[in-house]
C-alpha cells in the first residue's frame, strides 16, 4: 500500500524531512546542473547518499565543473550535454540514464533561462519563444520521457523547478511568468494522474510523486491535483 504525504520545508526548519532518507541509494538527474541551483542541488543530493548523479547541461563545461566538484568530494555521476528542447536527445537520455543505470529513481527537472525584463509590449516574439521552449517546453518533454520509464518500474519521484513568477507576476517578464505558471499547472497535471493515494496500490506498492520547489519551500499535491 502506499501513502501520500505532504510537507512544506524551509531553511533551518527543524522538522524538515532531510534528503538523505529519500535518496540515499538511488539515481537521480538533475537538468540545468551546469550552475546555480542545479550544481548545488547535484551536490547535495551526492552528499546525501544519491548512488549516482546524472549531471545534464546543454553548457558541457559548467556540466564537466560540477561533476570535477562532484568527484572530488567522493560522489559518482557522470555528464551528459543535452538540450532539453530537443525531443530526440531528451529521449535518447532517459534511455541511456537507465540504460546505464537501470532506472531513474528521482528526475530533478530544472533547466531554465531569463531574460532583463523587458516591457510587455516591447518582448519580441524570439525571446517569448526562447524562454518557453526552456522553461516550459523542455519540463514538458523531460517529464514525457521519465514517465515513461518510471511507469514501467512502478516508483519514481519528479521535481520540477517553478519560482515565485510563478504564483506572483513578474513585472517586465511575461514570458518567464507564463512559462513558470504553466509548470505548477503540468505538475498538477502529473499528479492527477500518476500520483498514488493511501489505499491504493499500484504494482508494486510503490508510489510516485510531483512535487516543485516554490515559494516558502517543497510542496506536493494531491491524486487530484490539490496542493496539500
Known amino acids: 500500500m502506499t501513502h501520500v504525504t505532504s510537507w512544506r520545508c524551509q531553511v533551518g526548519d527543524p522538522t524538515t524531512v532531510g534528503l538523505k532518507t529519500l535518496v540515499a541509494g ?27 548523479v546524472a549531471i545534464v547541461d546543454r553548457d558541457g563545461a ?3 565543473a560540477t561533476f570535477d566538484l562532484l568527484r572530488s568530494s567522493g ?6 550535454e543535452v538540450d532539453v528542447t530537443d525531443e530526440v536527445a531528451v529521449e535518447d537520455l532517459m534511455d541511456r540514464i ?11 527537472n530544472n533547466a531554465g533561462i531569463s531574460h532583463p525584463s523587458t516591457p510587455f509590449h516591447e518582448l519580441g516574439r524570439y525571446a517569448w519563444e526562447e ?50 505558471h504553466v509548470v505548477l499547472g503540468l505538475t498538477r497535471s502529473a499528479a492527477s494522474e500518476y500520483v498514488r493515494a493511501g489505499g491504493h496500490a ?27
Open 131 to 180: 524562454v518557453l521552449a526552456v522553461n516550459l517546453t523542455g519540463v514538458f518533454l523531460c517529464m514525457k520521457h521519465e514517465l515513461r520509464h518510471m511507469v514501467e518500474a512502478g516508483s519514481g519521484a519528479i521535481v520540477n523547478t517553478s519560482s515565485g513568477a510563478g504564483v506572483v507576476p513578474a513585472p517586465g517578464q511575461p514570458h518567464y511568468t507564463a512559462a513558470k
Open 75 to 80: 560522489g559518482s555521476g557522470v555528464v551528459y
Open 98 to 108: 537507465v540504460e546505464e543505470h537501470g532506472r531513474i529513481d528521482v528526475a530533478f
Open 26 to 52: 538511488k539515481v537521480v538527474m538533475v537538468t540545468g546542473a551546469g550552475s546555480g541551483i542545479g550544481r548545488a542541488a547535484s551536490l547535495l543530493y551526492s552528499a546525501e547518499g544519491a548512488s549516482h
Open 62 to 64: 559548467g556540466a564537466d
Open 202 to 228: 499500484d504494482d508494486r506498492g510503490r508510489g510516485r510523486r510531483a512535487q516543485y520547489p516554490g515559494p516558502g519551500g517543497l510542496r506536493r499535491y494531491t491524486p487530484t491535483g490539490e496542493l496539500l
